[in-house]
């Protein structure tokens, strides 16, 4: 069983900061991807950012320059650094896996059960 524990979402005022982890535990092997996507209310759901096994990363155009994406594979756990936050970056944020637990199992996509992040004054 894998589980996904997010957190530091919260209120926040125009202009501030927040980090956001997102920890994984359980019956893992490797972890491929890692990424955050946020929905907003009466919106899809769209990705923020990802980061590859090997750093590489990925931003939604909206938040190059103020987001960024770090991983640290010795915790299994995946951050959102987010900066200069927008009243349009309110959303719920999701953290989405893709791991498996052995070299018999297939690459499965887990996600986090979400945590609020509300920008205004």
């Known amino acids: 069983q894998v589980q996904l524990v997010e957190s530091g979402g919260g209120l926040v005022q125009p202009g501030g900061s927040l980090r956001l982890s997102c920890v994984v535990s359980?019956?893992?092997?490797?972890?491929?991807?890692m990424g955050w996507y946020r929905q907003a209310p009466g919106k899809e759901r769209e990705l923020v950012a990802v980061?590859?096994?090997?750093?590489?990363?990925n931003y939604a155009e909206s938040v190059k320059g103020r987001f960024t994406i770090s991983r640290d594979n010795a915790k299994n756990t995946v951050y959102l650094q987010m900066n200069s936050l927008e009243p349009e970056d309110t959303a719920v944020y999701y953290c989405?896996?893709?791991?498996?637990?052995?070299?018999?199992?297939?690459?499965?996509?887990?996600w986090g059960q979400g945590t609020q992040v509300t920008v205004s004054s």
């Open positions: 989405n896996l893709n791991l498996r637990g052995a070299y018999t199992e297939p690459w499965t996509t887990y």
């Open positions: 359980g019956r893992i092997l490797s972890i491929n991807t």
């Open positions: 980061i590859s096994s090997g750093g590489r990363t």
